[in-house]
C-alpha cells in the first residue's frame, strides 16, 4: 500500500496543494492528528511537488487537527539545486495554521557510505516472538488499529519497559514497510512510548516537534525502533529513535521534543 494511499491524502488541481480529511484511520485514541501521520504527509506533498525524495523533514504542530476536519497541505518552494531541493509546507484549517514544516529533498552518488552510530542491542527476540504492545483501551483505535507493534523490551504483558531511557519496539504497516520517508515517518513517533516506559504511571510526551533523516530506506516486514530518551526537565522531554531492519541496517533517525504530563 503506497503511503498517500493509507493516509488518504486528496490531490488537487495544483500539484503544490494537498488535502487530507481527518479521519479516524490516521488519529490517535483521542481523535486527533497522530504527529507521525501529519509528518508522513507533509513528506508525500513535497516528494509530489519536486519529485525528489526527502531526506530530511521537521514539523512543529501549532494546532491540533481534529475529526472531521480537513488539512490543506502547500508546498513552497525555497530554493532548487542541482540535487537538492529544500521547501517549507504549511498545514491549514479553514486558514488557521495546524503545523509547518521544512524539507529537504534529493541525493546524489558519492563512494563514501557506511554506518556508525549506536547499533541495536544483541539478542532482541524477533517480532512474531515479542508481545503486542500493551495499551489501555481508551487509547486504543484509530491509527492503533491498523499498525502492529511488537514490545522487544519489556513485559510479557505487553508493557514497554525502559533501561537508562532506552526501548525497543518492533513496528510494521499492512502488508510491510515499503522503501519509502513518509512510512518512516508514521512508524517513527514514538518518543512518547519511550516516555512511558521509563515510569509505572500513564505519562506521556506529547509533541511540539517531529523531525526525520533519512539514511536509506529499504522495503522490508518489520522496523526495529530503538528509542532514546535522551533527557527531560521543565516539563519537556527530548527523545531520539534509531529505525532498522531486522538485519541491523539503518534507515533513519528521528527526534522529538514533547510536552511531559499525566494522560
Known amino acids: 500500500m503506497e503511503v498517500k494511499e493509507f493516509l488518504r491524502l486528496e490531490p488537487t488541481d495544483d500539484a503544490d496543494h494537498w488535502r487530507l480529511p481527518i479521519w479516524e484511520g490516521i488519529c490517535g485514541g483521542r481523535g486527533a492528528l497522530y504527529g507521525g501521520c501529519g509528518l508522513a504527509a507533509v ?3 513535497a516528494e509530489a511537488a ?6 530530511w523533514a521537521a514539523c512543529q504542530f501549532v494546532g491540533g487537527a481534529e475529526m472531521p476536519q480537513v488539512l490543506d497541505l502547500r508546498y513552497e518552494n525555497l530554493t532548487t539545486g542541482r540535487r537538492v531541493s529544500q521547501g517549507r509546507v504549511t498545514a491549514t484549517v479553514d486558514g488557521a495554521v495546524m503545523l509547518s514544516a521544512l524539507v529537504a529533498l534529493g541525493t546524489r552518488e558519492f563512494p563514501i ?3 556508525w552510530g549506536p547499533l541495536p542491542p544483541a539478542g532482541l527476540a524477533p517480532p512474531l516472538q515479542c508481545p503486542q504492545r500493551r495499551m489501555p483501551e481508551g487509547r486504543r483505535g484509530g491509527l492503533r488499529d491498523r499498525i502492529d507493534e511488537r514490545v522487544a523490551s519489556g513485559d510479557a504483558d505487553g508493557s514497554i519497559r525502559a533501561v537508562d531511557g532506552r526501548s525497543q519496539l518492533w513496528a510494521t504497516l499492512p502488508d510491510g514497510v515499503p522503501a519509502s520517508a513518509a512510512a518512516l515517518a508514521v512508524l517513527g513517533d514514538t518518543v512518547s ?3 512511558d516506559g521509563l ?3 500513564d505519562v506521556r510526551a506529547r509533541s511540539i516537534d517531529n523531525s526525520i533523516r533519512i539514511v536509506a530506506p529499504r522495503a522490508c516486514d518489520w522496523v526495529l ?3 532514546q530518551v535522551d533527557g527531560a526537565a521543565v516539563g519537556l522531554a527530548h527523545g531520539t529513535v534509531r ?3 531486522p538485519d541491523g541496517h539503518l534507515l533513519a533517525v528521528a527526534s522529538q521534543s514533547g510536552l511531559v504530563g499525566y494522560r
Open 199 to 201: 515510569y509505572a504511571d
Open 113 to 115: 557510505e557506511g554506518q
Open 243 to 245: 529505525m532498522f531492519t
Open 43 to 45: 513528506i508525500e506533498v
Open 50 to 55: 519536486t519529485g525528489r525524495p526527502a531526506t
Open 225 to 227: 525502533l530503538d528509542n
Open 193 to 195: 512510548a519511550g516516555v
